[in-house]
Nanobody, 117 residues
Framework: QVQVVESGGGLVQAGGSLRLSCEVS????????IGWYRQGPGKQRELVAS???????NYADSVKGRFTISRDNAKNTATLQMNSLKPEDTAVYYCNAEFSRLNYYYWGQGTQVTVSS
């Protein structure tokens, strides 16, 4: 059984930091790409950051220089370090594990991030 569990969300003031974690079990974690997505109120889900199985990084323009994605294959975890948070970063953040060659996609339940002004 595959499980993707996010943690680390919460309420923070603008300019503050949060660190989100994603723990994955039930798959060969190291061969999966990991993405962090978010969905704000009334908005579509969007990709925030991703890291491929080979370590290639990708960031949305809106978070470049503020967010950092990383992974630890030994612990089957991925993290999203979020600094200099802005009210517009408020959203539910989701972790996604994907093995696109075989159309395998697994989502977590999401964790709420709220940034107050």
């Amino acid at each position: 059984q595959v499980q993707v569990v996010e943690s680390g969300g919460g309420l923070v003031q603008a300019g503050g930091s949060l660190r989100l974690s994603c723990e994955v079990s039930g798959i060969a974690f190291s061969v999966y790409g990991i993405g962090w997505y978010r969905q704000g109120p009334g908005k579509q889900r969007e990709l925030v950051a991703s890291i491929s199985s080979g370590g290639t990084l990708n960031y949305a323009d809106s978070v470049k220089g503020r967010f950092t994605i990383s992974r630890d294959n030994a612990k089957n975890t991925a993290t999203l370090q979020m600094n200099s948070l802005k009210p517009e970063d408020t959203a539910v953040y989701y972790c996604n594990a994907e093995f696109s060659r075989l159309n395998y996609y697994y989502w977590g339940q999401g964790t709420q991030v709220t940034v107050s002004s």
